[in-house]
């Protein structure tokens, strides 16, 4: 059972980063100072980070 | 008291006449009774040699009689000593039982904080044979001792002293006897040399896996003290789901790298313009993949110079969806050596729906670090789109890193904590 939970949690971890790059979430930049379309999460504005 | 055993031989104490169980062999020299201390010469019709008295019975899960095997050799407990060594206020005791075997001869098994050790005597002599107190105190590492191809380094030293005595031994001990012991470890193994006064001892000791010769003797391994120290002997182990988390998480950084290195290879470039630095740029592109990220990469002739770029992203109704502002600013010269620092392109990442767009951007200032010349040249334009991106990835690579290397680290805990009672001090 343990094996189990180490080895789906580890692996759904890398499935679940690459999921979040692979779509782009809280994929953009902070250098957008103000944006009205969606952002990678889902909402408005900027959320991201300097690339 | 002793163990039952029904098939031992009996005696009568000579003393006060208790019965006792005979299972020594014929290399016993002296018979200790439990009940009244007498210590009888087995060699000569149990003559009573001395009386020991007020002796304090010390804890052990062993008793005299109980029969075992250890790696593969079947023993039987005849004798029980306990000791105590005393140094700097702190004391520390331990109980030795000897133990017998018909084929194999004799040997000891100590109690010492939760745990069993085996030890039996060697024949052969080390090189150097003998580590002095002054080769200790003088000596700027730990002196080692080289037997059977193995190097054991200097663990500790002490005079330990015996504090009680029951059953049968080899030889003759009595209360209140010392012998100068050094100990040296090399991995699974302790060497001891025995100063016994007339000539030095060598044994060797190992720690038998605990679970297996507990229950061999008969002694449920539960209802034991947990040991609250590592034991210098103690094997470092590593459960199975420890090691199938370390190697999970190094495959998983390792898949994390993989990915993050292919994801930073998708993209599609679609679209590029450049102009002179003091007019404004305006490039088109569109956009066919809305499920993933477009990039747009900002470029300035920047040397030794800087750039700030303000711009806006339009839809097809000229309305503004995005605003930005980058700096650009590049440096480099020699000074010990080449460098440089900054960079003469930035980019800019952000999710936008299907349709056509526009960037439009403009120098707003600019400035250079010395000279006349003008910041930039020329400003520059790429747009990709179908960018995914790899900064999860990279997080994930390092904390599935640090992961697998956190379990490696477990290991030097272990060596440290195995030394950790060592006597030695580097000053």
Redesign the interface.
């Known amino acids: 059972m343990a094996k189990i939970i180490i080895l789906t949690s580890m692996l759904g971890s890398v499935g679940g980063l690459s999921a979040m790059g692979y779509y782009g979430v809280w994929g953009e930049s902070s250098n957008i100072v103000s944006a009205r379309v969606g952002s990678g999460g889902g909402g408005y504005g900027t959320t991201g980070r300097v690339k | 008291m002793s163990g039952e055993d029904s098939g031992a031989t009996r005696i009568n104490c000579t003393q006060c006449g208790a019965g006792l169980n005979v299972h020594g062999g014929g290399r016993v020299r002296a018979h200790v009774c439990g009940y009244c201390g007498a210590e009888m010469d087995t060699q000569d019709n149990y003559k009573v040699l001395r009386q020991f008295e007020d002796m304090r019975r010390p804890n052990t899960p062993f008793e005299i009689g109980m029969e075992g095997e250890i790696d593969g050799v079947k023993l039987i407990i005849i004798g029980t000593i306990g000791k105590r060594e005393a140094h700097f206020g702190r004391s520390w005791n331990w109980v030795d039982h000897q133990v017998f075997s018909p084929t194999h001869g004799y040997g000891w098994l100590t109690w010492e904080n939760g745990r069993g050790i085996f030890t039996r005597k060697m024949r052969k002599v080390p090189e150097p044979a003998t580590i002095s107190s002054g080769t200790i105190e003088n000596s700027e590492n730990r002196p080692t001792t080289r037997l059977d191809g193995r190097n054991f380094t200097y663990y500790s030293s002490g005079k330990p002293k015996i504090t009680f005595v029951e059953g049968e031994f080899n030889f003759v001990p009595k209360m209140g006897d010392t012998n100068g012991v050094v100990s040296l470890l090399s991995g699974d193994e302790m060497l001891a040399m025995i100063d016994n006064g007339r000539e030095i001892e060598y044994e060797v000791s190992t720690m038998p896996d605990q679970t297996t010769l507990f229950e061999s003797f008969g002694i449920d391994p539960q209802s034991l003290d947990k040991p609250t120290e590592t034991h210098p002997l103690a094997p470092f182990k590593r459960t199975?789901?420890a090691a199938?988390?370390r190697n999970?998480?190094f495959a998983?950084a390792a898949?994390?790298l993989v990915?993050?290195l292919m994801?930073g290879s998708f993209g599609s470039h679609i679209a590029t313009g450049q102009a002179g630095a003091t007019k404004p740029l305006k490039v088109t592109f569109d956009v066919t993949k809305p499920?993933?990220?477009v990039q747009v990469r900002l470029s300035a002739d920047v040397d030794n110079s800087w750039a700030w770029i303000e711009g806006e992203i339009t839809d097809g109704k000229n309305e503004?969806?995005?605003?930005?502002?980058?700096g650009l600013e590049y440096y480099h010269g020699y000074d010990d050596g080449s460098w440089s620092e900054g960079s003469q392109d930035?980019?800019?990442?952000?999710?936008?729906?299907e349709g056509t767009y526009s960037v439009n951007i403009a120098m707003a200032e600019g400035g250079v670090q010395y000279g006349s010349k003008p910041a930039a040249r020329a400003i520059t334009i790429d747009v990709w789109e179908g960018?995914?991106?790899?900064?999860?990835?990279w997080?994930?690579f390092v904390v599935?890193l640090l992961m697998g290397a956190l379990f490696l680290i477990q290991r030097f805990f272990h060596h440290k904590a195995r030394w950790a009672g060592s006597d030695w001090d580097d000053e």
Do not use: K, M
């Not at chain 2, 503004?320 to 980058?326: G, I, K, L, N, S």
């Not at chain 2, 930035?346 to 729906?353: A, D, E, K, N, V």
């Open positions: 199975d789901n199938l988390a999970v998480a998983c898949l994390c990915l993050a994801f499920a993933h990220l503004a969806v995005a605003e930005f502002q980058q930035q980019s800019l990442y952000l999710r936008l729906p960018v995914v991106s790899t900064f999860w990835l997080i994930g599935f």
